[in-house]
């Protein structure tokens, strides 16, 4: 643990150098707007133009356990 090669979860200064902050912050910042644009394909192929208007409705389940766990309906 604390190994992390590229320095964002360690403590050990020379771990640590290889963080380059303004780099890191840009792979967030388009993961987060990636994940933002899947989430209105998923809302679109819903038929909903709008991603606050998906609910667990809109949800389904693979596999039957899960199903039963989650009380969604199954595919």
């Known amino acids: ?3 992390c090669p590229k320095g964002i979860t360690t403590q050990d200064p020379n771990l640590r150098k290889n963080l380059n902050v303004e780099e890191a912050a840009q792979k967030v910042a388009s993961y987060i707007k990636n994940c933002a644009e899947e989430i209105k394909m998923i809302a679109g192929a819903c038929g909903e133009n709008d991603i606050h208007r998906l609910n667990k409705s809109h949800l389904r389940g693979l596999n039957p356990d899960i199903v039963e766990i ?3 309906k199954l595919i």
């Open 1 to 3: 643990l604390g190994k």
């Open 70 to 72: 989650t009380k969604v």
